[in-house]
């Protein structure tokens, strides 16, 4: 997973200088997220944990429906309520990452108007920069979560799929204004330290609703 970390850093630096004025943007996405944690550590969940995220992004368009996107940015995960295995009661997570994502997107432009469609899909690697927990409803998030807090401490180097859509006007200039885009990260790596000790798996999953702007570059 480092290597796929650092891989994805050196595209990024490799690719960005390359970008030209002609299919290529900068832009920047905002907005809230809802997310969770399962896996078999995780014995029971409920409800949605609440967060915030935003991202830089530089995108290269190769045809009129194809094209890649790089990006940076800084996402809040966690779980709102979860039973553990090793903690019968109920516990909150808050976690936060800077994340590197890289997808591909496919353009399917409406006829008649300036609206279109881009479905996306790729890999996201998450630098983990804070985990707040709280033992319950009643309680608020305390600032770390360590080896005496249930699930232990956050594994700092997380690999995510997101996959979502985003709909976006187009305008005659090359500027961009991406009215929603509605995605949805599932996780792949183990995220707290007690579940991998027990050789079980707690995992994120994040809902995503971000809306920007993106302009051409010149």
């Known amino acids: 997973m480092m290597r796929a970390g650092l891989g994805l850093l050196v595209a990024f630096l490799v690719l960005a200088p390359t970008v030209h004025a002609q299919g ?33 992004t530089l995108d290269r368009e190769f045809s009129r429906s194809l094209g ?44 008649g108007s300036l609206l279109a469609v881009r479905p996306h899909a790729g890999i996201a690697i998450g630098l983990g920069m804070g ?46 204004f991406t009215i929603l885009d509605i995605g949805y990260e599932l996780g792949l790596t183990n995220i707290y330290a007690n579940a991998a000790t027990a050789g079980q798996a707690a995992k994120n999953g994040v809902w995503s609703f971000r809306f920007g702007f993106m302009a051409p570059l010149y």
Do not use: N
């Open 24 to 56: 290529s943007h900068l832009g920047l996405l905002a907005g809230p997220t809802a997310a969770t944690t399962t896996g078999s550590y995780v014995t029971a969940s409920d409800g949605l944990e609440m967060g915030f995220s935003f991202l830089a």
């Open 131 to 176: 985990c707040s927990y709280k033992p319950g409803d009643q309680f608020e998030f305390e600032d770390t979560c360590d080896e005496t807090t249930p699930g232990g401490e956050l594994e700092s180097l997380e690999l995510g799929v997101p996959l979502g859509a985003a709909l976006t006007v187009e305008f005659p200039g090359g500027s961009k």
């Open 68 to 111: 890649v996107r790089l990006g940076v940015g800084w996402v809040q995960k966690g779980g709102k309520r979860l039973e553990l295995t090793d903690a019968p009661d109920t516990h909150g997570y808050q976690t936060s990452y800077v994340q590197f994502p890289l997808s591909v997107f496919w353009k399917l432009r409406i006829p």
